[in-house]
């Protein structure tokens, strides 16, 4: 049978938002922002009486722009406190020193200042255009530190008095909408988000022409929240539409050219596509080192994003290696403890599983959560998101508790900041039932399966991928009760969905078609099995090639039907291929391994070598005593073949 293995959720699970691969504060403040003209320098004039003041003024905004974020808010804040920390102060140089120095406190992850310093640079404006751009700012930081409402009622106010000011129609009120949709689709209101974005659109089509870049930049928006809803096509034609038009636009800056590279990447690598989603991700890295050099944090999220299109073609060793580069660029930039070191720590903690480094990875995830409490308190739905995927880096190390531990703080979190009707709940639901399934616990793993697969059905569309892996979760744990008719049903009804979505070379389709062969397993039907995990062979080798760990893995499950069947010979051989596959790829400490050793031990079981078969089960043994230790089921399972072998010999 195949492999069970914390992959299992996997199906459902999107560790990596949208947010996280495309997007951080100051790409977010350019974009909540737009329309503002001190972002291009507009109160670099203030500053002429005092040449002193203005070279620290610029030599802020140099550093900024580099992507030296902590040094520029140092030189900021020295500035505002030698220069401008009293009342007697031209508001106008006030407020760009507070403007500048609220936006860099948020990308430094000083949330607190950055909404202090908003809320002051909010009361030094004297004209109408003065308070809607003070209100903008604040809405802007409320937002980035995750305070959401306080970020709608902001910008709700700003459309209010810009409305009143120049009419319904001008490119400002289409900003405003266009912000508060950004904080609507954080939210995870979806079709409230695509509204605001709509009437933003609107607005800049009759107010600028069709090939203006704020309508590249409305593109972008709706092409995100399309990808959040699983509509990774539609995601694709707003990001290709967004893409096109900066192209032409002359003069567009560089920053949106390259970013719109990424976008079109990450949709690319939505539908399966990762060798083009690489493509156009270094399309970008190529833009951003020309243009920025080799340590701006955009360099650094375009490592990140080549990371996960090398995670998404099985080579999480080389996604290791691009985030490490990112954290480097991002620790000297933003400093040790900023919420983007702790986003790449997640990420190197992913691909660590992914390796099978479990440790390494509870390690990350750890880093990352201590990072995430500083920073964002104890409720944030990013922070959900972590518990969740550390707790099933513990379920695999054989730490229930502590997996079960997190799981819940997740659930909790997730209910608190979201409200039950969300797909995040959803999948937390899932990776709880995967934790109980790994302790043994089938009764408790079918209920939140279920209870997953209910809400899932509820809320998601019926198209969503997600809903697909709640589906094919739900066949798992009626596999694993013995149900197989019903695990049959929902496999099915899970692999009609995914090939609608994504057609029938989806490496998806594979883990399905895995699921189906493992039911068949069980149930003793050899062909079907076979022919079943020969269709997952197919897809992964032409996916992955032919030194993947999942080809490896397919390898395994044909192994093992193979010995079901009595072909011990032809087992061996299947095994022995997973097995070559698995220690180039994987190392010789790796779980998959293990369970390797553990089929081949049984074919040599079968061909009547019982010292071979010991050999091969000691070398499991030791591997899953290391690796889980003493008290796993897994291990305690090889250990009873050991005894098995060892009281049979004469």
């Known amino acids: 049978m195949g492999q069970a293995s914390s992959n299992l959720t996997l199906i459902s699970e999107t560790p990596l938002k949208s947010s996280d691969v495309g997007a951080r504060c100051g790409a977010l403040l350019l974009l909540l922002l737009s329309g503002c003209a001190g972002l291009r320098g507009g109160h670099d004039h203030f500053f002429a009486a005092n040449r002193g003041i203005e070279n620290q003024f610029q030599e802020a905004k140099r550093l900024r722009k580099a992507g030296s974020y902590y040094d520029a808010h140092r030189v900021a804040t020295r500035l505002y406190k030698e220069h401008f920390s009293g009342d007697k102060v031209n508001s106008k140089t006030k407020a760009a020193c507070l403007e ?129 809803q699983g509509h990774y096509e539609r995601a694709m034609e707003f990001h290709k539409k967004a893409l096109e038009i900066r192209l032409k636009a002359p003069g567009e800056e560089y920053r949106h050219v390259a970013r719109s590279y990424e976008y079109v990447g990450v949709a690319y690598r939505d539908q399966g596509q990762y060798d083009r989603s690489t493509e ?60 983007d070191v702790g986003q790449r720590y997640f990420y190197l903690g992913y691909a660590y599983s992914e390796t099978g480094a479990y440790r390494r990875a509870a390690d990350c995830y750890e880093k990352a959560l201590r990072i995430k409490l500083k920073v964002a308190g104890s409720v944030d739905a990013e922070l959900g998101r972590l518990y969740s995927n550390a707790g099933n880096c513990y379920a695999t190390l054989g730490q229930y508790g502590r997996a079960l531990e997190y799981h819940d703080k997740a659930l909790k979190i997730q209910l608190q900041t979201l409200g039950e009707e969300h797909a995040d709940v959803v999948k937390t639901y899932g990776h709880i039932g995967w934790a109980y399934f790994v302790k043994g616990d089938r009764e408790r793993a079918i209920e939140y399966y279920k209870k997953s697969h209910r809400l899932g059905s509820k809320i998601l569309d019926p198209e969503h991928p997600d809903l697909a892996g709640c589906h094919a979760n739900l066949g798992r744990a009626y596999c694993l009760e013995g149900r197989y008719a019903w695990a049959l049903l929902w ?134 005593k290391r690796r889980l230790g003493e ?13 098995e072998i060892e009281n049979s010999a004469p």
């Open 631 to 643: 008290d796993h089921p897994d291990t305690r399972k090889i250990r009873g073949r050991l005894t």
């Open 100 to 228: 500048l120095l609220s936006q860099l406190s948020s990308e430094v992850s000083e949330h607190d200042s950055a909404i202090h310093y908003a809320n002051e640079r909010l009361k030094v404006a004297v004209t109408a255009e003065d308070r809607w751009r003070g209100l903008r700012i604040l809405g802007s930081v409320y937002y980035y530190s995750g305070k959401h409402e306080k970020a709608i009622e902001s910008f709700e106010a700003s459309l209010k008095d810009r409305i009143e000011t120049v009419g319904s129609e001008h490119e400002d009120v289409a900003g405003c909408y266009r912000s508060i949709g950004t904080v609507r689709e954080a939210q995870g209101q979806y079709e409230r988000a695509i509204a605001d974005y709509e009437k933003a659109l609107d607005i800049y089509l009759k107010a600028l022409g069709p090939e203006h870049s704020e309508i590249a930049a409305t593109h972008h928006c709706i092409g995100l929240v399309h990808r959040q």
């Open 491 to 624: 496999y099915g009804k899970a692999q009609a969905m995914q090939l609608k979505i994504s057609g029938p070379k989806h490496p998806r389709v594979a883990d399905l078609c895995d699921g189906m062969g493992d039911v068949y397993f069980c149930r003793g039907w050899w062909i079907e099995a076979l022919d079943h995990y020969a269709k997952a062979l197919e897809i992964r080798l032409e996916k992955f090639g032919p030194e993947h760990p999942y080809v490896a893995r397919s390898y395994c499950s044909i192994g093992a039907t193979c010995e079901g069947m009595g072909w011990h010979e032809k087992a061996l051989d299947h095994l022995e291929k997973a097995l070559t596959i698995q220690l180039k790829a994987l190392g010789a400490d790796h779980l998959d391994v293990a369970h390797t050793y553990g089929n081949i031990a049984s074919a040599f079981l079968g061909l009547k070598k019982p010292r071979e078969a010991r050999k091969h089960f000691l070398k499991a043994y030791d591997i899953r």
């Open 280 to 339: 156009h991700y270094n399309k970008a890295l190529d833009i951003y080192l020309k243009e920025l050099g080799s340590e701006h944090p955009d360099v650094a999220r375009c490592y990140s994003n080549i990371a996960l299109a090398c995670q998404a073609k099985g080579d999480a060793g080389g996604a290791a290696e691009q985030i490490e580069k990112a954290l480097r660029i991002l620790v000297k930039a933003l400093g040790p403890e900023h919420a």
